[in-house]
């Protein structure tokens, strides 16, 4: 079973940065797209970011300009670097990766991200 373990969540200033990375435990084949999502309490998971194995990429309208999506294939991660950090980007962050083959996805267990005005 792979794992990804998401990192570099924490507590920051508003106009702040960080940097998430999400490492998978071994190589992943089959992918389509990783994604990051996030999760505000009392609200719905949602889409923030997407590359897919092509490259395209995709960003949530809130956070267009300000979050830029990457990966390294070579070590199995992808990583969301967010500047100009606002209170509403407080939210636990999840890696998602979208496989064409069984199992289809994996999800990482979350990294609480918290921005203070």
């Known amino acids: 079973q792979v794992q990804l373990v998401e990192s570099g969540g924490g507590l920051v200033q508003a106009g702040g940065s960080l940097r998430l990375s999400c490492a998978a435990s071994?190589?992943?084949?089959?992918?389509?797209?990783m994604d990051w999502y996030r999760q505000a309490p009392g609200k719905q998971r949602e889409l923030v970011a997407t590359?897919?194995?092509?490259?395209?990429?995709n960003y949530a309208d809130s956070v267009k300009g300000r979050f830029t999506i990457s990966r390294d294939n070579a070590k199995n991660t992808v990583y969301l670097q967010m500047n100009t950090l606002k209170p509403e980007d407080t939210a636990v962050y999840y890696c998602?990766?979208?496989?064409?083959?069984?199992?289809?996805?994996?999800w990482g267990q979350g990294t609480q991200v918290t921005v203070s005005s």
């Open positions: 590359i897919t194995s092509g490259g395209r990429i």
């Open positions: 071994r190589s992943i084949y089959a992918i389509n797209a």
């Open positions: 998602h990766v979208l496989r064409s083959l069984h199992p289809y996805e994996y």
